[in-house]
């Protein structure tokens, strides 16, 4: 992650990493159980290093102007906010997997089902990016060692 930041810079990296880390949600959706292992584990692998790079790129920009004095506030406001991102994403996922399931009129859940809520988050995860685009060009550049 530190040599992409270098080279590319906070906003490049959240809005590019983001946007792929998106599109691999919905190559997920597409996946089934007739899919070739070895493209399911591959997309999986792919999938997880994109979204670590993502998560460690929003962590060290939450802490880029918060000083010693103020980090271990600082770590604790950004745990609950992350506990409530992923418990709102877990509600919205299932919200749209019962919302599918419905829209199909199926007792059980299907493949259809799954890729419709891929398809949502994938969605709501895009929305989510929107407010990197306001971020500076220069955000974060101290933090990494980047002059422009």
Do not use: W
């Amino acid at each position: 992650t530190s040599p992409m930041l270098r080279r590319f810079g906070f906003k490049q990296v959240l809005l590019v990493d983001g946007m792929m880390a998106m599109l691999l949600i919905a190559v997920i959706g597409f996946l089934t159980p007739q899919t070739p292992l070895v493209v399911t584990v591959a997309v999986l692998v792919l999938a997880g290093g994109v979204r670590s790079m993502l998560f460690t790129a929003i962590n060290t920009l939450a802490f880029v102007d918060v000083s010693n004095a103020e980090r271990a506030h600082a770590a604790t406001l950004t745990s609950i906010s992350q506990s409530l991102g992923q418990t709102l994403g877990i509600t919205m996922s299932a919200l749209l997997l019962a919302g599918a399931q419905v829209f199909h009129g199926g007792a059980a859940l299907g493949v259809a089902d799954f890729r419709i809520a891929f398809m949502g988050v994938c969605v709501i995860g895009v929305l989510s990016l929107l407010p990197y685009l306001r971020l500076s060009a220069q955000a974060g550049h101290e933090v990494i060692g980047r002059k422009n």
